[in-house]
């Protein structure tokens, strides 16, 4: 029992630092979808699933950040795994989900991060993005 029971823990920690892995293309470009990236707007797409235990863990987060920015700064989240946004997800060539990808008011895709990404390491990146 207690074999199993390091064995989940380590499982589970492996996947919070790592991310759940999502196959796909892996190219980078700034037009993804229609609207988005917000156009003139700093935007920030999270791109995971609602199944994914490190995106459960960061979904209270961003929607913190999506208030706390709110008129400043664009938050999107897209769930790789629902059917509905099969064609959004796959446009955005994630090869990990989480995965956070920052644009600037241009619209250039200017940052990618996968797996977890902590509140304090948003904000950081959106401020910067919001000084240029």
């Known amino acids: 029992m207690r074999r199993l029971t390091a064995t989940i823990l380590a499982l589970f920690s492996l996947l919070i630092i790592t991310g759940c892995s999502q196959a796909a293309d892996s190219a980078k470009t700034a037009e993804v979808v229609p609207g988005i990236p917000v156009k003139n707007t700093v935007t920030l797409v ?53 995965a956070q990808i920052f644009y600037d008011k241009q619209g250039r895709e200017v940052f990618r991060h996968e797996g977890f990404f902590d509140k304090k390491s948003i904000i950081a990146k959106l401020d910067e993005l919001l000084r240029q």
Do not use: H, S, W
């Open 46 to 98: 999270d791109v995971g699933a609602t199944t994914c235990i490190p995106c459960r863990m960061m979904a209270p987060i961003l929607e913190e950040v999506k208030k706390e920015y709110a008129g400043r700064a664009a938050v999107i989240f897209i769930d790789a795994f629902d059917q509905a946004n099969a064609g959004k997800a796959k446009a955005f060539k994630v090869m990990t989900i989480p």
